[in-house]
């Protein structure tokens, strides 16, 4: 029954007509970097195009960390002494006006045992380390390589896009209003060439200057949408709706978007009083340290949050023909996951261990099973390694992929919606 019926979804254009529309549409709205005002025109635009379904749509908007640079350089004082191109990561500390000047020091990938390795040569100095692929078993995320860096009392932090070519990247620095932290900044592979070359001499030094600004009122939107079935219970489908200024946040995350908004359509009519409900929520604030998800379960009374059953995270879900579920280290999740990608004819791959990469790691600490779908695990030479990037632009997007992870989506909701309370919160099970 199930594959008939997601067979059928399929060829509905009601459901599949609007998909890459959708993500276009989103991705016209800009990169959606939350404080410009293009995320919450988007995220209006969505609960928008939910509104002939049945349901209830809301938008509640929580506090966040805002801030906003409005200076950044990044100079290389020895060797020809040019300016180098450097992208601040959002919430750094500022430096002085005048700036700082600082020997560097280069830590290559900036794993702990580079860390480990130069002990105390960093206290005092600038650091440099390297992004890593941010879909890989091994990855070590920029915030841990941060915290390192200010942890053994660096003076600023430099991160280098990896790639021959590539150009600056976005994100964020994890440092939360009036926490202690350091001047910080992406910088290209250029730049990072340069700064290595002068470090290999044991001659580099920088002046960096970053002077930032907080957004004292900031706030983030959340959008849901509630299709109300017979039983207390919800089962929440989530895609962020914020990016970065680099480019139009194609694949990060237009893609969970779009399909989030077809799968809504499709699933709706499955809701009935024999099910839980099914919320369909979009995220701002998500690059900003996952705040906006963060605020939004916070601010829910416990008998609310303790209906959320589960969340199916959709968040890069195109950029590679493989997908692969994130289950937070919930392992009950992994049977329902093989079972929809089998009702589905999709094939998808699991990774148990707590990733928190995107917004299904907040509903995961709230011990609510959630998990991340994502394209691209453990495939660094995807197109996927263009997120955070001016290459996340809607080109690399190809609709089977969309349809592919839309597949998917049914399936897994499809199951969720067929699940009674007692099967749900054996999903809790670790």
Known sequence: MAEQLIESWMRDGKVVDGLMPDFHAICAFGGRRSGSGQDSRALDWALGRLAALPGQGSRVDVPYDGWHCRRAELTLLSGNGRRLACNPLLRSMSTPAEGLELELVDLGQGREEDFMRAGDQIRGRAVLV???????????????????????????????NPWEGG????GSSGRGRGQPGIPAAYVDYAAAAALRQEAAKGTARIRFAVLGEEDENAQAGVGIFQIPGGRPGQVFITAHMDGHDLA??????????????????????????QTASLCIAFFCAEEWALSGSAR?????????RANIKLDINLDTVAGDDSLTALLSDFPALEGYVRQAGQASKVAVDTWLPFMPNSDHANFARHGIPAFRLVAGFNRPDSRVRNILSAGDVPGIIQEREMLQALRLTLGLGWIALRMSDEQLDALKAR
């Not at 139009?248 to 978007?257: C, E, R």
């Open 130 to 160: 390297r992004h890593e692929y941010p879909f890989a078993a091994t990855h070590m995320h920029r915030r841990r390589k941060y915290d390192r860096a200010v942890a053994q009392g660096a003076a600023a932090f430099l991160i280098a």
């Open 167 to 170: 150009g600056l990247m976005s």
């Open 248 to 273: 139009q946040s194609a694949l990060d995350n237009a893609t969970g978007v779009a399909v989030a908004l077809a799968a809504a359509r499709a699933l709706a009519p499955q809701v009935s009083d």
């Open 296 to 304: 939004y379960l916070e601010q829910l009374p416990d008998n609310a």
